[in-house]
């Protein structure tokens, strides 16, 4: 496990990447499946503790009628068998992830649209039209390490923001976590 901070080049005001990827639902999914306000697009996998940290903070928001929150995995599975679209469909199962959309990201090409670098790495979008523009990306809350217990949750202060129709004023950095497993 190497920590990374995100970098990506998008910037507030950004359209989001468009994309086409198969979820564990046997579906394929664009950005037109999602109808929210607020779109959290979230890099993750199973296997990297600080993605793990964030599971039941992305399970929350996803339950929420007004946020759609779409993880995707875009690991070398060959490296790393654990983030395997089985073992991400076993997640889901099991409850352990529980978002609209679980996705693979097979070549990592979205992953490398959005300039994600790391798991977890958050990009909030609010809906303008029929365009999902950024909003915030950033950390997710204020704890720095898988093992530490959060207590200011700044995604859920840049989703209350976005869906007040508001800029997201908040500056916590970049995201943190394990570097993306190129394949």
């Not at 779109?39 to 993750?44: E, G, N, Y």
């Not at 704890?143 to 004023?169: H, K, M, N, S, W």
């Amino acid at each position: 496990m190497a920590l990374q901070e995100s970098d990506s080049e998008l910037e507030t005001g950004d359209p989001a990447p468009a994309f086409e990827l198969p979820g564990v639902d046997g579906k394929t999914h664009t950005l037109e499946d999602f109808d929210t306000d607020a779109l959290l697009v979230v890099f993750t996998c199973n296997h990297c503790p600080y993605a793990q940290a964030k599971f039941d903070l992305l399970n929350d928001i996803a339950a929420e009628d007004d946020v759609a929150v779409v993880g995707v995995n875009a690991n070398n599975t060959e490296e790393y068998p654990e983030d395997s679209v089985e073992k991400m469909q076993a997640f889901v199962d099991e409850g352990r992830v529980a978002y609209d959309a679980y996705l693979r990201d097979e070549t990592a090409d979205v992953a490398r649209a959005y300039g994600a670098v790391c798991t977890p790495d958050p990009f909030l979008f609010r809906r303008d039209g029929d365009t999902y523009r950024l909003a915030y990306h950033g950390r997710l809350d204020d704890a720095l390490g898988p093992d530490e217990t959060a207590t200011e949750f700044y995604i859920r202060q840049a989703i209350d923001a976005v869906q007040a129709g508001e800029a997201v004023d908040l500056d916590p950095g970049p995201s943190r976590g394990c570097g993306i497993k190129w394949p």
